[in-house]
């Protein structure tokens, strides 16, 4: 009988010790990557992507006081005048860019030291091909979770899809509006 009970305390053990070790094999975060949350909303987005036909290579994070927004393409970053930090990121061996936009929020979610930085360059050409792809907003909740709220095809029209209080963190998609002088 001794011996039928120490078969279960070494079985008991092992089996612990063999879940323990699977629940890590799946989590892949980068030592760059400070936040779980991020990371798993960014598997999320790519995984979305995927389904749909993307075959994502260039992902473009910004995070704001309470939201992720996280844009998806199919091409190579050629539309930024710079000012960010590059990621190559490898998910379910499959290789990806991440391209940090950088602002205030950045290094809570991201350790930068050891990242790829591309400097602002006004006097560059600018341009920009089409491509396919797709942008994730994310909300904090309660518990300060991200949850998926909307979808957006990359080039959709839909003004609501990055909030009003998000806006000041994109200046390149929405420009402080001139006043305009009243005509007497």
């Given at each position: 009988?001794?011996?039928?009970?120490?078969?279960?305390?070494?079985?008991?053990?092992?089996?612990?010790?063999?879940?323990?070790?699977?629940?890590?094999?799946?989590?892949?975060?980068?030592?760059?990557?400070?936040?779980?949350?991020?990371?798993?909303?960014?598997?999320?987005?790519?995984?979305?992507?995927?389904?749909?036909?993307?075959?994502?290579?260039?992902?473009?994070?910004?995070?704001?006081?309470?939201?992720?927004?996280?844009?998806?393409?199919?091409?190579?970053?050629?539309?930024?005048?710079?000012?960010?930090?590059?990621?190559?990121?490898?998910?379910?061996?499959?290789?990806?860019t991440i391209d940090f936009i950088i602002n205030e929020f950045l290094t809570n979610h991201?350790?930068?030291?050891?990242?790829?930085?591309?400097p602002l360059k006004m006097d560059i050409e600018f341009f920009c091909h089409e491509f396919?792809?797709?942008?994730?907003?994310?909300?904090?909740?309660?518990?300060?979770?991200?949850?998926?709220?909307?979808?957006?095809?990359?080039?959709?029209?839909?003004?609501?899809?990055?909030?009003?209080?998000?806006?000041?963190?994109?200046?390149?998609?929405?420009?402080?509006e001139e006043p305009v002088e009243e005509i007497k």
């Amino acid at each position: 009988m001794k011996l039928f009970y120490a078969f279960l305390i070494l079985l008991f053990f092992f089996g612990c010790k063999e879940k323990k070790s699977t629940f890590e094999s799946k989590i892949e975060i980068p030592k760059e990557i400070k936040d779980e949350k991020f990371y798993n909303a960014l598997r999320q987005s790519i995984n979305i992507a995927e389904n749909n036909n993307i075959d994502p290579i260039t992902i473009s994070p910004i995070f704001t006081a309470n939201n992720l927004y996280i844009y998806i393409s199919e091409s190579t970053n050629d539309c930024s005048f710079g000012n960010y930090y590059s990621l190559p990121l490898t998910i379910n061996k499959k290789y990806y860019t991440i391209d940090f936009i950088i602002n205030e929020f950045l290094t809570n979610h991201i350790d930068t030291v050891n990242l790829n930085f591309t400097p602002l360059k006004m006097d560059i050409e600018f341009f920009c091909h089409e491509f396919s792809g797709y942008a994730f907003r994310y909300q904090k909740n309660e518990v300060g979770n991200y949850q998926l709220r909307k979808l957006a095809h990359f080039y959709d029209t839909d003004y609501d899809f990055v909030l009003k209080e998000d806006k000041q963190y994109f200046p390149i998609l929405y420009e402080p509006e001139e006043p305009v002088e009243e005509i007497k």
